[in-house]
């Protein structure tokens, strides 16, 4: 079946220094991957997405590579602040405008200044 | 920043009660969802509308779940029936297709206690 795997429940780092979340995941093609970030007392928000045309994505200084062959889904920023504390989670979605996503079990950072 | 509109933000209720919640999707995505996200920060996809109609849903939702999406009125997911369980973080998203793909926008949620 579709899955995401997070395996890191928990980063914590020290502003400037550099963030990486590991995702794999598991399905048939190639679909549209998607990092989400949530804060406290909020919805998700669309952070990036990466599909199979491009295989890298980037936002606000964030970067994801999609590597089909080892089937990861990796997110990075170089230099994280305090303001990037939040739960980010790595997403697997649909072909078709109707499917549901498939969030993985989200990774929460804490940046401490 | 999504424009995805739900109320209440706060929902507390006892067993056995109905608890109605509502959402205004963004203007002009076809897609609207409703998904439960629990204490553990697990997802759990309830229901899809396209143009008022359901798409699919989950066994949980056909029982104890009543949802809407009229034209001309907010969308709305009441549970008939409170258990202690569907304590959660209900959110809902409306999708739209940006650059080939489709894309899910959320609102900030309802966040329902069952006592």
């Known amino acids: 079946g579709n899955s995401v795997t997070q395996m890191q429940g928990q980063v914590t780092l020290s502003e400037e220094e550099f963030l990486f979340i590991n995702c794999t995941y598991s399905t048939t093609g190639y679909p549209t991957l998607f990092w989400y970030v949530q804060y406290p007392g909020e919805g998700p928000q669309l952070l990036l997405k990466v599909t199979t045309a491009n295989n890298k994505g980037s936002s606000r200084g964030f970067e994801a590579t999609y590597d089909k062959g080892t089937t990861s889904f990796h997110l990075q920023k170089a230099s994280v602040q305090e303001s990037d504390s939040a739960v980010y989670y790595c997403v697997l979605g649909g072909y078709q405008g109707g499917r549901a996503l498939i969030f993985g079990t989200g990774t929460t950072v804490s940046v401490s200044p | 920043n999504s424009k995805v509109i739900q109320t209440p933000r706060y929902l507390v209720k006892g067993q056995g009660q109905k608890a109605k919640m509502r959402c205004i999707p963004e203007?002009?995505?076809?897609?609207v969802f409703w998904y439960q996200q629990n204490k553990n920060n697990e997802f759990k996809f309830l229901i899809n509308?396209?143009?008022?109609?359901?798409?699919?849903q989950i066994d949980m939702t056909e029982k104890r779940f009543s949802a809407e999406c009229p034209s001309n009125s907010p969308c709305s997911l009441e549970i008939q029936s409170s258990e202690a369980g569907d304590s959660a973080l209900y959110l809902c998203?409306?999708?739209?297709?940006?650059?080939?793909?489709?894309?899910?926008?959320f609102g900030p949620g309802t966040r329902l206690t069952v006592l």
């Open positions: 509308f396209q143009n008022q109609e359901v798409l699919q």
């Open positions: 998203a409306s999708s739209l297709l940006v650059l080939g793909t489709y894309e899910q926008y």
């Open positions: 203007k002009g995505h076809p897609v």
